[in-house]
T-cell receptor, first 109, second 114 residues
C-alpha cells in the first residue's frame, strides 16, 4: 500500500521564523491532503493537492505538490503562536487514506 | 457550520468487554471513516464505508471490529472483545461533495481499556 514519510518529526522555531514540513513517497500519488491537529484536538483538513506541480496558498501557508507527484511540502511564513500543532500529510486512494507520521511544530514567542 | 459529532468523549472498559463508539457524520456526506490514534503517534486508518458497505479496511481492522450505519444518520464502530492495546483515541470522519478525501473529523472518543 501507499506509504508516506514525513520530515522533520519535530520543529521548534522562534515566532516570526519560517517553517517547512516535507512529505515523500516512493510511489506516485494520486493526491495529497494536509491536516493540522492542535494539541488535544482532532485533525482539521487544510488542503488537497491533485495536479502535478500544483501550488496553493492560504494566507501564510503555501502548499506544493511535486512535479513527479511523489512529494509535497507545507511552508508557513512568519510563524505565529497559533500555528502550533502537528501537521500531517495524507495520501488517499481506493477508499483509504494513509497518514504520515506528522511534524510537530512548537513556536517560542 | 455542520460538524461531525462523536459519543462518548471518553469510554473506560475492562479487557474482554464489548464497546460501541458512535458517530454522527455531516448529514449530506456519503463517505465515512474510522481512524485511531495511539497517544503521541500518527493517525491510523481503520475502515472506510460507502453506500452501506465497507470500501476498504486496514490490517488493524480484524474480526474483532465491525461498523454499522443502522439508521441513516449514526455510524458506529464496535469492538467485540477489547484488548489493552485497543486503548487509543478513535476518530470518525466523513467526506462528501466534490472530493471524497476532504475529510472532516469528529472530536474523537478516548477509549481506555483496563
Amino acid at each position: 500500500g501507499q506509504q508516506v514519510m514525513q520530515i522533520p518529526q519535530y520543529q521548534h522555531v522562534q515566532e516570526g521564523e519560517d517553517f517547512t514540513t516535507y512529505c515523500n513517497s516512493s510511489t506516485t500519488l494520486s493526491n495529497i491532503q494536509w491536516y493540522k491537529q492542535r494539541p488535544g484536538g482532532h485533525p482539521v483538513f487544510l488542503i488537497q493537492l491533485v495536479k502535478s506541480g500544483e501550488v496553493k496558498k492560504q494566507k501564510r501557508l503555501t502548499f506544493q505538490f511535486g512535479e513527479a507527484k511523489k512529494n509535497s511540502s507545507l511552508h508557513i511564513t512568519a510563524t505565529q503562536t497559533t500555528d502550533v500543532g502537528t501537521y500531517f500529510c495524507a495520501a488517499s486512494g481506493a477508499g483509504k487514506s494513509t497518514f504520515g507520521d506528522g511534524t510537530t511544530l512548537t513556536v517560542k514567542p | 457550520e455542520p460538524e461531525v459529532t462523536q459519543t462518548p468523549s471518553h469510554q473506560v472498559t475492562q479487557m474482554g468487554q464489548e464497546v460501541i463508539l458512535r458517530c454522527v457524520p455531516i448529514s449530506n456526506h456519503l463517505y465515512f471513516y474510522w481512524y485511531r490514534q495511539i497517544l503521541g503517534q500518527k493517525v491510523e486508518f481503520l475502515v472506510s464505508f460507502y453506500n452501506n458497505e465497507i470500501s476498504e479496511k486496514s490490517e488493524i481492522f480484524d474480526d474483532q471490529f465491525s461498523v454499522e450505519r443502522p439508521d441513516g444518520s449514526n455510524f458506529t464502530l464496535k469492538i467485540r472483545s477489547t484488548k489493552l492495546e485497543d486503548s487509543a483515541m478513535y476518530f470518525c470522519a466523513s467526506a462528501g461533495g466534490q472530493s471524497s478525501y476532504e475529510q472532516y473529523f469528529g472530536p474523537g472518543t478516548r477509549l481506555t481499556v483496563t
